[in-house]
T-cell receptor, first 116, second 110 residues
């Protein structure tokens, strides 16, 4: 049973560029959440997707956008990159099915973005 | 607003017991999680509390007091591999938004 997979694992961009990060959730999971984790900090909630719609959003600017596909996979897009966007971007999946309901998050290994 | 507080760093001795505290003030509450994160790795689920009281799982236990907005993670018989960051997280609504504290970096010394 594959867990949460993310790609790419590492990438380097320059200021002003755009980036797309990808996530495939754990089998059987229908909800994807994205987090930004700066070094030495806890994950910061960006947004959550369910049924192909953004259901919840954290305190991030509109430069951060996302998408969920019918197969539940998801993308995170960041436009006009800033130096401060350098971080580990974590995708986490969960299930709304009552049978598995602690609703815990299962995390991927993350995409480490460096903006120069 | 949302606020989750936990100590930044702690140190403990191999074989001993350590308690990591977490206090929270959130706009809603629908469960509290503890996650472990080793350096350079993804967080992994440790425990979940939604009702007051103690949940025990092997060497790890987690306690919740909803009236006090307080939780702790208790680690017994510490091993060197327990050196990691421990993240306290709150689900603030039934719609599954989960927010994290900044984490407690635990160092185990021989």
């Amino acid at each position: 049973d594959a867990g949460v997979t993310q790609s790419p694992t590492h990438l380097i961009k320059t200021r002003g560029q755009q980036v797309t990060l990808r996530c495939s959730p754990k089998s059987g999971h229908d909800t994807v959440s994205w987090y930004q984790q700066a070094l030495g900090q806890g994950p910061q909630f960006i947004f959550q997707y369910y049924e192909e719609e953004e259901r919840q959003r954290g305190n991030f600017p509109d430069r951060f956008s996302g998408h969920q596909f019918p197969n539940y996979s998801s993308e995170l897009n960041v436009n006009a990159l800033l130096l401060g966007d350098s971080a580990l971007y974590l995708c986490a999946s969960s299930s709304t099915a009552r049978g598995s309901w602690t609703g815990e998050l299962f995390f991927g290994e993350g995409s480490r973005l460096t903006v120069l | 607003g949302q606020n989750i507080d936990q100590p930044t760093e702690m140190t403990a001795t191999e074989g001993a017991i350590v308690q990591i505290n977490c206090t929270y003030q959130t706009s809603g509450f629908n469960g509290l999680f503890w996650y472990q994160q080793h350096a350079g790795e993804a967080p992994t689920f440790l425990s979940y509390n939604v009702l007051d009281g103690l949940e025990e799982k092997g060497r790890f236990s987690s306690f919740l007091s909803r009236s006090k907005g307080y939780s702790y993670l208790l680690l017994k018989e510490l091993q060197m591999k327990d050196s990691a960051s421990y993240l306290c997280a709150v689900r603030v609504s039934s719609a599954s938004k989960i927010i994290f504290g900044s984490g407690t970096r635990l160092s185990i010394r021989p």
